[in-house]
């Protein structure tokens, strides 16, 4: 490789004007006519040009190999029926071919699994972007062509992009499809979930069939069949049932195939699991005040400031003592709807408190047995009793009694007492980790209460709290499908006055109201699992008991596991654990049943698996390249000049082409002036004397031309 290059000893400008004034001579000289002109110009520009400093600048340089990009796909989706066989293959045999060329390197690229799918884009944009453009001759890519990046394709490539196709022609996949899916809904109202199931590639005869088989389970409970069309859309309805993570389970069973190698792909992305989270619209409360006390607006103001809380409050005003003979149906201004909501609107609440509340007649035997059916049937209900709780007025005489959890003594304690928990009562979830509430080995930091009555507990009831005398002071027990829970003071107004140092009212008094209308966050035995990263857990098991698990956990694939639990609190056990894969799990410890959800339950490369090179085809077409499916035969590997096709078929079969690019680095670099600067000034004198010789000559023949004619 030879240049001209320059090397001024002036500045351009100077060597400019030299060469200009050098024409301005010729052009004189040509205008008087003296024949030297010309010489004498070219002395001029030939003066200028060695000023210029020209060198002739020769380079030496070595050939480069062509460059071949091989990408490998291995994710998730080729190691489906032969896909891995065929890719293994054509890798073989292309690097064989491609070490056989001479000149030639291979770049292999390998794209694995991504949390994102497979970014086969991204990882071909980088690897054609690491290589020198003049030396790429091609890009070859073995994969099935589900590649869930597309916008990172190169619109170009300086070279053909082929793709060889794993898979088969007789693929095919039926797969589900979420299309529409809530995130929350309303506890006991409908919502739907919109979905299809669709089929893809070549289906057999036997698979088409107009309806298929939908199983919907939710958390984990018994399965609900439906037949559902195929390739239609279709909103799934559903009712929620309980607040909190609601995980529902849709699937299908694959179609039975007669024919062998014949069944779909993968049953993969047959099935979901969706979790929508349980709220409830509002909460119903129904708060019955009797005998007027210092705590009186405890409850009211708990559950006024709460914005969820529907609250209606029944308060009883006539003293027990008085007895004037004013009927009952005169003591309001308004008819209170006692009827429409003991007895015909009870099944609308969601709880119903009892605030120092005595029989008095007001309300009839029947609508506390109806309180009692209401609780029986799923219905929640609080006591919070004073002194009326040992009178001959106290609820436990009335129907109601069969389901409180503790009968009283007749005995009221008149003394200060402070609050204590029980054993039961740091593992139980309403008073668990109240603040102050001190441990086994250390007394509470709260204030004292003054009074309450003593009750005997039932043998299934658990004693929360105890107050003087270590007697029963907050007692919580179920009866049926509801809650019930006693509290056998009327002081707890005392902590939320600050009195000694008060202590955590609102905070219990939440607790113990979320608890009775069942709220998952407070249940006592309960299986927590919380997805701490992409595939790391922490289950937790919140029980009453000493011990707890092993946890079985049930993987995708249909194998178990048992994961130990350790101790973590009282009540409160453990366990760190990564799940192999995304997917569905089910969780079982004793009774106790949980589904969880760790990514999608089909991963996103299952969700199309028959093989296409659809997404690759406009870079194909950009670039000369072309696509070879694999089942067909591994095609030929040919080199063609650049600019001519690169891919086609013959009688021999399929074949594809790189280009050779014949590029070259530059090893070193001599520059050899164009003259030396002797010859220069020989030059230069030599025109500038023939320029004067021509004009001498000139003139000496003038004259004797015109004595002649004379």
Do not use: C
Not at 464 to 484: F, H, K, N, S, Y
Not at 592 to 618: D, K, N, Y
Request: aromatic share 6%; charged share 20%; net charge negative.
């Amino acid at each position: 490789m030879t240049e001209l290059r320059f090397d001024p000893l002036l500045p351009w400008w100077a060597i400019a004007a030299l060469a200009a004034l050098a024409l301005l001579v010729a052009g004189f000289a040509l205008w008087r006519g003296l024949r030297g002109w010309a010489w004498r110009g070219l002395a001029g520009l030939a003066a200028a040009l060695a000023l210029a400093g020209p060198a002739l600048e020769i380079g030496s340089h070595m050939g480069l190999s062509d460059i071949v990009i091989l990408i490998d796909d291995r994710s998730a989706s080729q190691t489906l029926p032969e896909r891995g066989a065929q890719t293994d293959a054509a890798v073989d045999a292309l690097t064989r071919r491609i070490a056989a060329l001479p000149n030639t390197e291979l770049r292999r690229v390998t794209v694995g699994d991504n949390d994102d799918g497979t970014l086969l884009a991204t990882e071909m944009a980088r690897a054609i972007a690491a290589e020198p453009e003049a030396r790429l001759a091609g890009v070859i890519a073995v994969t099935d062509g589900r590649l869930h990046d597309p916008a990172m394709l190169p619109t170009d490539a300086p070279a053909p992009v082929h793709v060889l196709l794993t898979g088969r022609p007789q693929d095919w996949d039926r797969r589900l499809v979420i299309e529409e899916a809530p995130a929350f809904g309303l506890i006991d109202q409908q919502i739907a979930i919109r979905l299809r199931i669709e089929d893809q590639g070549a289906v057999p005869p036997q698979a088409q069939t107009g309806s298929v088989n939908l199983r919907l389970s939710l958390d984990g409970g018994p399965e609900q069949v439906v037949a559902v069309p195929l390739g239609q859309s279709l909103a799934l309805p559903l009712t929620l049932d309980h607040a909190g993570q609601n995980v529902v389970q849709i699937g299908f069973d694959a179609p039975a195939i007669d024919e062998p190698g014949r069944g779909e792909l993968t049953d993969r992305n047959n099935a979901a699991a969706i979790s929508i989270n349980g709220v409830r619209d509002r909460l119903r409360v129904l708060l019955v005040s009797g005998e007027p006390h210092a705590g009186e607006r405890t409850w009211r103001n708990l559950l006024k400031s709460d914005a969820a809380v529907d609250l209606i409050h029944f308060t009883i005003l006539r003293p027990p003592d008085k007895s004037d003979g004013v009927p009952v149906n005169e003591l309001s201004l308004i008819a209170f709807p006692t009827q429409e909501l003991f007895m015909e609107r009870i099944e609308d609440f969601d709880l119903i408190i009892f605030d120092r509340y005595s029989v008095r007649g007001i309300l009839p035997p029947e609508y506390y047995a109806n309180i009692a059916r209401y609780v029986q049937n799923g219905g929640a209900i609080l006591v919070s009793a004073g002194p009326e709780m040992a009178g001959v007025e106290s609820l436990y005489l009335s129907p109601l009694g069969r389901i409180l959890p503790a009968r009283p003594t007749g005995q009221v304690l008149e003394e200060p007492y402070l609050p204590r928990l029980t054993d039961e009562g740091r593992r139980h979830p309403v008073t668990a980790g109240l603040p102050g509430g001190g441990d086994e080995n250390r007394d509470p930091t709260w204030g004292r209460w003054l009074r309450m009555a003593t009750v005997t507990p039932d043998p299934g009831a658990q004693v929360a709290m105890t107050g003087a005398d270590d007697q029963p002071l907050l007692i919580l027990d179920r009866v049926g499908e509801g809650r019930v829970a006693l509290l056998t003071s009327d002081q707890v107004w005392l902590w939320g006055r600050g009195f000694e140092g008060g202590g955590p009212q609102l905070e219990l008094l939440r607790r113990i109201a979320h608890w009775s209308m069942k709220e998952p966050e407070l249940e006592e035995e309960a299986l927590l699992a919380d997805v701490a990263g992409d595939l790391s857990v922490r289950f937790t098991r919140r029980t009453m008991a000493d011990s707890a698990g092993p946890l079985v956990v049930t993987r995708p694939d249909g194998e178990t596991e048992r994961v130990p639990l350790e101790p973590a609190g009282p009540g409160r056990f453990t366990a760190d654990w990564t799940a192999p894969e995304p997917g569905l799990y089910r969780l079982a410890d004793g009774d106790l049943r949980r589904v969880l959800a760790i990514g999608p339950a089909a991963p996103r490369e299952f969700e199309q698996t028959v093989a296409s090179a659809a997404a690759l085809q406009p870079l194909m077409e950009a670039t000369g390249g072309g696509a070879v499916v694999l089942s067909d035969g591994m095609p030929d590997l040919r080199t063609v000049a650049p600019g001519r096709r690169a891919h086609g078929s013959a009688a021999l079969g399929d074949w594809i082409a790189i280009t050779p690019r014949d590029a070259a680095s530059v090893t070193g670099l001599e520059r050899r002036p164009l003259l030396p600067g002797w010859a220069w000034l020989l030059l230069v004198s030599g025109l500038i004397l023939t320029g004067w010789l021509r004009e001498g000559r000139a003139g000496k023949a003038a004259p004797i031309g015109r004595d002649a004619s004379g």
